[in-house]
């Protein structure tokens, strides 16, 4: 087994939970013991407040500064994970990686990520979840072309579709460059049950995408109040969590992790 996995959380389109799906993944695999580091490549940060974490050094230092890891992971208290923030400083990031000769968004995350390699324990490996910004920037070309697969969160729209495709092409344009980035799955969120709109939507999501489609998260409110308290749907409300833990373990079995 390789000794680091790379999920990217990606879609064009914003309010999709692609935050909350990186911070319950990612805290949900550093309970079941994989070394794991969230990396939060959106210039919002919203990653820090969702875990009630300060701003701290973050992808400008990993990526500009060549920071060490140790210098730019904060800790999560009580949990295992550790996270690299993102700030406003991640505009910069992106001018350089469309400016500088020294970076390409091909390289760039990709050779910054190897030294998390050496993190796994008990024959673990390490897992690094990447949360973007929903637009197709020089930053998210950079961490598609660092990921081993990608996790599409899309709520059940009609227009959803459209989107979901534009970004599937990207990926495969981007993987006759040389990326190696699979699809992992395309993830329902924001699931209204009783909606005849999303039922049909997920119905055409499964016809449209074959064996793609991950186990769907439902509109909940305790997931959209977890985090206003700096906490992961398993601290703040485990019998809300039910929805990404069946996501959780499709993503360990579709990767190999489990």
Not at 79 to 91: E, F, K, R, W, Y
Request: glycine share 8%.
């Amino acid at each position: 087994m390789k000794r680091r996995l790379t999920i990217c959380i990606a879609n064009h389109k914003g309010g999709v939970g692609k935050t909350t799906t990186a911070v319950n993944l990612a805290t949900g695999l550093a309970s079941l013991g994989y070394p794991t580091v969230l990396v939060d490549c959106d210039p919002q940060g919203n990653v820090a407040n969702f875990l009630g974490l300060e701003p701290g050094p973050g992808l400008y230092d990993l990526l500009v500064t060549k920071a060490k890891p140790a210098e730019v992971i904060e800790r999560v208290k009580g949990s295992p994970l550790g996270v690299i923030p993102g700030d406003a400083s991640t505009v910069d990031v992106e001018t350089l990686l469309r400016t500088s000769p020294r970076m390409k968004p091909a390289t760039a995350l990709r050779e910054a990520l190897e030294p998390f390699a050496s993190n796994g324990r008990g024959g673990k490996p390490t897992v690094i979840v990447l949360d973007t910004a929903p637009s197709l920037s020089s930053v998210q070309v950079a961490a598609l072309c660092a990921a081993d697969w990608l996790i599409v969160p899309a709520s059940p729209e009609y227009a959803s579709e459209t989107g979901i495709a534009a970004l599937v092409r990207a990926v495969d344009e981007l993987k006759q460059e040389g990326a190696t980035l699979q699809l992992l799955g395309i993830l329902p969120t924001l699931v209204d049950v009783r909606s005849r709109e999303h039922k049909e939507t997920i119905k055409s999501m499964i016809a449209a995408f074959p064996g793609m489609i991950l186990p769907p998260v439902r509109r909940l409110i305790a997931l959209a109040e977890a985090p206003g308290r700096g906490l992961p749907i398993w601290d703040y409300d485990p019998a809300a969590a039910e929805d990404y833990a069946a996501v959780l373990n499709d993503v360990l079995k579709r990767t190999g992790l489990n």
